[in-house]
């Protein structure tokens, strides 16, 4: 399900801003005769989430400065697992790429019993997008104000509060995990097959309190359908510029950001990963993704492959730590 937000952004990536890079900027020269095809980008989660949504903003102008086609396949379950096992079996030859996460690239190796992929020995990074919060969100005729409502409501005997994500093992439930561990808000979790559904059972009431990323759910926080109580990163980003950090409201040590990048079969040649690294970087840097990914709320960042795998590696030291504080276990 793409949000109507979502949906009008990327008809203005794609179409009525389309003229401006087009005309400011030729496609870059090939490399060696790459690339000579559409470049699959392979999002691990359905359409509508936030994930998904990242890929287009790039994809949908990426053509502008390869001169090839960027296709878009959606292949979810476990948890984003099914989608990075494809591409890491897929062929290395640059024309596969796929859209990872923290989630899935630093968690899911620690989480699952079998992820089916090793995030170190099966990918090239090639850069980062963004870097975002995660946002606590509910419906906008609930009950609960401010996270204080929420905290309030959770210590009560009987309490049987519910939050949602977008699937057992991603960011949003261990971020779950640790509020209820270390912030002592009792909350069971409902795991979902991505943020779209999960939206809309938050909407439905069907669930309290939904975890998920901000370019998620920013649409509906635009629309007035949802009130965000708080978010997990140390800043203020845009449309969530007046939303307060969980840090600002008293949780110590819950500072999380998440982030998407995008990853090349490990063997895939240097020079095409180079190629993708600098194509992708001008399509983050254009004013037009620069701008959908911050109304988005998040912080466009368009590093060096180098950077990004040093982040890799940091945020698996991190949430592989985590996961066993937890002593959360998928099979």
Known sequence: MNSPRLSVLLALCAGLLGASLSASAQPMPQVNGYPNQAIKFVSPFPPGGGNDGNTRFVT?????VTGQAAVVENKGGAGGNIGAKAVAEAKADGYTVFTGQVSIMAVNPSLYGSAGFDPLKDFVPITQINAAPLALVVAADSSFKGFADLLEASKKPGSKLTFATPGNGTLSHLVGVVLEKDGGVAMTHVPYKGAAPA?????????????????????FVQNGK???????????????????????????????????????????PPERVAYLNESIVRTIRSPEVTKLIADSGSVPIANSSAAFAAQVKEDIARWSRVVKLSGAKID
């Open 60 to 64: 949908s102008r990426l053509p502008d």
């Open 199 to 219: 939206i809309t059972d938050l909407l439905g009431k069907q669930v309290d309190l939904l975890i998920t990323s901000t370019s998620s759910v920013a649409s």
């Open 226 to 268: 949802m009130r965000v109580l708080a978010v997990t990163s140390p800043r203020r980003v845009g449309i969530f510029t007046t939303v307060p950090t969980l840090e600002e409201l008293g949780m110590k040590n819950m500072t999380f950001d998440d982030w998407y990048g995008f990853f090349a079969p490990a063997g895939t």
